[in-house]
């Protein structure tokens, strides 16, 4: 499965992004080998970030989304989506091994 994590920097000893729809980037995860960054153009702007973002993770195949903080809105976008989340804190190398 596929596992996009919420990040403040590009690399696996990131922070998890407190931000879910507005992290600057997303690490995408296929048995815990690092396969993609993707840059977050939803995190500066208008409303909506977290529904956008859905979408393209479910785009990009994602079966799961960890993030810190998730709000509902993106929780239900998700959802629709059939992606599972998970709210956890820390560095991203301790979480993915």
């Not at 995408?28 to 859905?54: P, R, S």
């Not at 979408?55 to 195949?61: A, C, E, L």
Request: proline share 2%; charged share 25%.
């Amino acid at each position: 499965m596929k596992i996009s994590v919420a990040s403040l920097g590009k690399k696996i000893d990131s922070e998890i992004s407190p931000q879910a729809g507005r992290a600057p980037y997303y690490l995408i995860f296929n048995d815990n080998e690092l396969i993609e960054t993707w840059k977050n153009v939803f995190a500066q702007g208008g409303g909506g970030a977290g529904l956008a973002v859905a979408k393209v993770m479910s785009d990009k195949g994602v079966g799961k989304v960890i993030v810190a903080n998730l709000g509902d809105k993106m929780k239900v976008a998700l959802q629709e989506k059939n992606i599972e989340f998970e709210e956890k804190q820390g560095l991203i190398k301790d979480i993915i091994s």
